[in-house]
């Protein structure tokens, strides 16, 4: 019994650390049955004050107290080989992380699962004895995302007076994100003096000489026509052939521009086109499976293909604009003209951004995406990331800190047409 209680306090801890609002059960239990006493684990999930409703939390028994009063790990965690005796708080909460990580990952089944009510609240009774671990799904409520922190919980557990307690009102902690919603894009100008290295990657082609110059080439031709046609002094006659020729040559150059940017385009979407096929053609040949350990460590880097030369990370796929494209590890200015490129972050750390030229076979269009639309994400290991669409924005070309903003699982980001502004797509991730 005396390891029973250790463990017992050990939980306490644990409770008072990371979950500081339990309420203590006010009736002590009938003696001391840790084996057949049944427990109870009572969730308030609230925002200052306002209940968080219709919100999914699942309890997994971790350990159950063998004959020896010793916790041993269920069925449902025997192949984690986690330590379970702990000695603080911090060992206890990583502890956590770690098991909803492996949940993730192998797709574990809780034993039972619920929904908050209109009160913020639900309850699981009738416990056996043991460690529990509780998860929550991440809820957009009110245009804020709130995702549970996952915890421990032991039952029984000793109170402030240090009697045994079967009962535990748990109050989550919660990661809150508060992305605003503007009804039309927000331009944000430049913060701060123009340091070097503060700028984000130029990603437009050179667009906007085509109608100038177009638009210049023909208003200079035809007055040079009227000059040389509606007069008959040699003078204007001379002063409208010179018209004519630059006004034929500004054409041509808008021509030639046009053309030049159009075979970059082209040979963009060959280039990625190609990458995607060898790519899905070496992911098809390792027979590769989901399941892999980011979701255990989500600090992990990145596994990379190396696709005819280029390293990829995995490929992105956005149905609303039939659009399917490799991603490339590493962002430079050459990789850009084959494929967008993971500019920061990664998809397992919730804070991955990707940058593309605004080729229309690339990024050319994502500011006619929708908020909800759909984007996926798969890495080379065939884990697969789903997306929603949440807002867009314009930022400026020097909003580096603004465009590594970490309450966004993804972004997607280009250059307008005339390449002075970022179009900047923002995403959460959908619930697991």
Known sequence: MKRLYRIMIAALV????LLPAYAWGAEPPAGQKAQSEKGKISIHYSDDGAALENVTFSVYPVAGFNAANELE?????????????????????ELAKTLEGYVQRDKVEPAFNDQ?????????????????????????????????????????????????????????????????????????????PKTPGSKLPQTGMLQWPVPVASALGLIVFLTG??????????????????????????????????????????????????LLEEFREQQGEKSVSPGDSYAVNPW???PVEVV???????????PALQLELPVLNEWSYDNLKKA???????AYRGNMVIAAHNYKTHFGKIQSLEKGDEIIFSDVEGNEFRYQVSMIEILSPYSVDAMKDDKWD?????????????????CLRESI
């Open 308 to 318: 005819d030369g280029c390293a990829c990370v995995g490929a992105l796929n956005i």
């Open 410 to 426: 993804l972004t997607l980001f280009t250059c307008t047409y005339g390449g002075e502004y970022r179009v900047t797509v923002r």
């Open 340 to 346: 967008p490129c993971r500019w920061f972050g990664t």
């Open 225 to 274: 026509v009227i000059l040389s046609f509606k007069t008959d002094k040699k003078s204007k006659k001379i002063a409208g052939t010179v018209f004519i020729c630059v006004g034929v040559a500004a054409i041509a150059a808008a021509a030639t521009l046009f053309i030049y940017n159009k075979n970059i385009e082209y040979k963009a979407a060959d280039d990625a086109r190609e």
């Open 73 to 93: 790990l269920t069925d449902y965690f025997s192949a984690c080989q986690s330590e379970i005796n702990l000695h603080d708080a911090e060992e206890w909460k």
């Open 14 to 17: 644990l409770a008072a650390t």
């Open 116 to 192: 908050t009510d209109a009160r913020g609240e639900v309850n699981f009774d009738n416990l056996e004895t043991g460690l529990y671990l509780i998860c929550g799904e991440s809820a957009v409520i009110n245009g804020k995302k709130y995702t549970p922190l996952p915890c421990l919980i032991c039952l029984p557990y000793l109170d402030d007076d240090g009697t045994v307690q079967y009962s535990a009102v748990l109050k989550p902690k919660k990661d809150i994100q508060d992305p605003t919603n503007p009804t039309e894009p927000t331009t944000v100008t430049p913060p701060g």
């Open 300 to 302: 992990a880097e990145m």
